[in-house]
């Protein structure tokens, strides 16, 4: 008896050091000791610490990007989401609202709305994901000069500052509400039906629509979601910026889909998990600051940042070889 | 020996062949047509030489792109690397036409780079089995950065002489575009060309009937290159220098040609005279609304609204029936 637990345990134990998600975590322990040596000061506690809190950002937009692909599709709106959440947000402020909260959900709400039409026009017009998105994309990035005019709006709402600023019990308020995310989406990826749902739509939509999944809802669910957590993206880097600008989440449509990669989620979908995008977020804000250590021209810096992605997709993101 | 047929015959089947090809594309000239009117009706200039000369100049590096993205979508892959791949063309031609190199030995430059990142990125998706889309999007930086390299800030030159063939007041896009057709018909008929569409439609059912299907991809991703950085030198000549950056609007524009011209992203499905008509549709809705005075932000919003509703409505009538 004792020895059957001892070798499930032990089967168990292979089983999570030999999963991608702890890969990745692996990988980025390792850079950051290699780092830490190479140069004084990125080991320090305060450096890591400014680390996770960049990477907070790519986290939420990737919590996002997670559901679409393992549902099946992409979503290369982000950028232009996380930008229109930045820049309506100082707009949208009212005398009655000494908190800003009300604010801040009005956004949330917007772009979750912005998420669900993106997901209206893949489930209904049947428009694949990648040109409705970036149809959207383009369509917001429009929307966006005509709104902001091309200056940077400045942000007078103390909750967004509290988010960006703030540091409740040494931690960064943007780390906090990253992990109270990331138990949220986990929570629903793996342990309720809508995240089964998910996994099923991804992984064969036609079996999983004879088998009763409402495809259409769960699509505007998706997409919705990723409106929600980009929309939530932007409310956090407005407030470590200050200032929203056209252009503020252009950084993070190449992060997200990375983070998601990098963290051995399938972009053919059907496969993949949230405990794998979080050190693939986290992992590449280690590469970003290494380039920036670097000290090289922008030219090289591009292509460094380029080449490490290629070659960590090396490592964890290969397909089936055909037979 | 009768199940050879005449010549006669073959040719026949020829033309019903591809008579059946363009029903898919049918409506799409229609609005091709529609535009093509009103682009007449706003710009009379059409009619003359150099008229026709300039509108060819505006469509033909358009064209190029979704030349360079439907030949991969027709595999099954796709690139967000064109945008980087046509600026890295564009600079590699004004930094060594004017110099030691000349004309003939910057053109075979920029072709021997397009078809060198191809290959590379060919290789790297088709062999080493990694996805597509997020190996062209890390592509694009290492093209985008190589691109700074060769020339960190819009400058070099391009030989006045070549600005003048290219973007004259002749109709040679127009000539160079037909050949550029021609050499694809030409090319569908080699081994590899007929391998492209069954290695795109059912690669595995493909691989073991004996098709090439690796070698039809990585010849796909080389093709697609060279056209990129033939688009960028054509930039290059038209503006009369180079810049790093200058071909970034391309990648979307490349997708939203190829896909309103009918290919589809799964592969094997559609038509290159299709992504060809979806280019020319594009430019002309870029024309048109320039002429209408559309400002460059009612441009986006336009843009984003016309390629949804282009792509959406024949599915949905599909859907419907």
């Known amino acids: 008896m004792t020895a059957w637990t001892d070798s499930a345990g032990g089967r168990r134990a292979r089983a999570i050091l030999t999963s991608r998600p702890f890969l990745t975590l692996a990988i980025v322990v390792a850079v ?20 996770v809190e960049l990477g907070a950002v790519i986290g939420l937009v990737a919590a996002g990007q997670t559901f679409v692909v393992i549902a099946g599709g992409i979503d290369l709106s982000v950028a232009a989401i996380v930008t229109v959440s930045a820049i309506s947000l100082p707009l949208l402020s009212w005398q009655a609202d000494p908190t800003g909260l009300a604010s801040v959900l009005a956004v949330l709400a917007l772009t979750t709305a912005i998420g669900v039409i993106n997901g209206l026009g893949v489930a209904l017009l049947r428009v694949h994901p990648m040109i409705m998105t970036l149809a959207m994309a383009t369509f917001l990035q429009g929307l966006l000069i005509i709104i902001a005019g091309g200056s940077a709006v400045t942000a007078e709402n103390l909750l967004v500052h509290w988010l960006g600023n703030a540091r409740p019990a040494g931690i960064p308020a943007g780390i906090l509400l990253w992990i109270a995310v990331s138990v949220l989406v986990l929570t629903l990826m793996h342990a309720t039906p809508f995240g089964a749902r998910i996994f099923a739509m991804g992984a064969n939509p036609l079996a999983a629509s004879l088998s009763g999944v409402p495809i259409t809802s769960t699509t505007l669910a998706v997409y919705g979601i990723s409106g929600f957590t ?54 590449l804000v280690t590469i970003t600051a290494l380039i920036t250590v670097v000290n090289a021209s922008p030219g090289w810096r591009s292509i460094l940042f380029g080449s490490l992605i290629l070659g960590l997709l090396l490592l964890s993101g290969r397909e089936r070889a055909r037979r | 020996m009768s199940i050879i047929p005449s010549a006669r015959a073959d040719g026949a089947l020829y033309w019903q062949v591809q008579a059946r090809r363009n029903i898919g594309v049918r409506s799409l000239f229609l609005v091709v047509l529609a535009f093509l009117i009103a682009y007449a009706v706003l710009f009379p200039g059409l009619f003359t030489v150099s008229g026709f000369a300039k509108f060819t100049q505006s469509w033909f590096p358009l064209a190029l792109v979704a030349m360079a993205q439907a030949i991969l979508m027709l595999t099954g892959g796709i690139s967000l690397a064109i945008g980087a791949t046509v600026s890295l063309g564009a600079v590699i031609a004004a930094t060594t036409m004017a110099g030691p190199l000349g004309v003939p030995g910057g053109a075979a430059a920029v072709a021997l780079a397009g078809l060198g990142i191809g290959a590379a990125t060919g290789f790297i998706v088709v062999r080493l089995r990694l996805p597509a889309i997020v190996v062209t999007l890390a592509g694009s930086f290492i093209i985008g950065g190589a691109a700074l390299l060769v020339l960190p800030r819009p400058g070099g030159a391009v030989p006045a002489w070549l600005s003048d063939l290219l973007a004259g007041d002749t109709p040679a896009a127009f000539v160079l575009l037909m050949a550029i057709v021609l050499l694809w018909k030409l090319y569908l008929a080699t081994p590899l060309g007929l391998s492209l569409y069954a290695a795109g439609e059912n690669p595995v059912g493909a691989y073991r009937s004996g098709v090439p299907v690796d070698a039809a991809r990585v010849a796909a991703y080389a093709i697609s290159g ?47 005279r299709g992504a060809l008509a ?10 048109v609304m320039f002429f209408l005075g559309f400002t460059p932000v009612a441009q986006y919003v336009a843009q984003g609204l016309i390629i949804i509703g282009a792509v959406a409505i024949p599915q949905f009538r599909k859907v419907q029936q």
């Open chain 2, 278 to 287: 979806g280019s020319l549709l594009l430019s002309l809705m870029i024309s």
């Open chain 1, 32 to 51: 950051w000791i290699a780092a830490s040596f190479a140069s004084r000061g990125f080991g320090a506690y305060g450096h890591l610490r400014y680390l």
């Open chain 1, 230 to 283: 980009a929309g939530l993206a932007g409310v956090l880097v407005l407030g470590m910026n200050g200032q929203g600008y056209v252009g503020i989440g252009d950084p993070y449509l190449l992060a997200s889909i990375a983070a998601v990669v990098l963290g051995g989620t399938s972009i053919l979908g059907g496969l993949g998990t949230y405990a794998g995008t979080i050190p693939g977020a986290i992992l």
């Open chain 2, 226 to 272: 060279l056209l990129s950085t033939g688009a960028g030198l054509f930039v290059a000549a038209q503006t009369g220098s180079g810049d790093p950056v200058i071909g970034n609007a391309f990648t979307l524009n490349s997708i939203a040609a190829a896909v309103l011209g009918g290919i589809g992203f799964l592969g094997g499905q559609g038509t290159m």
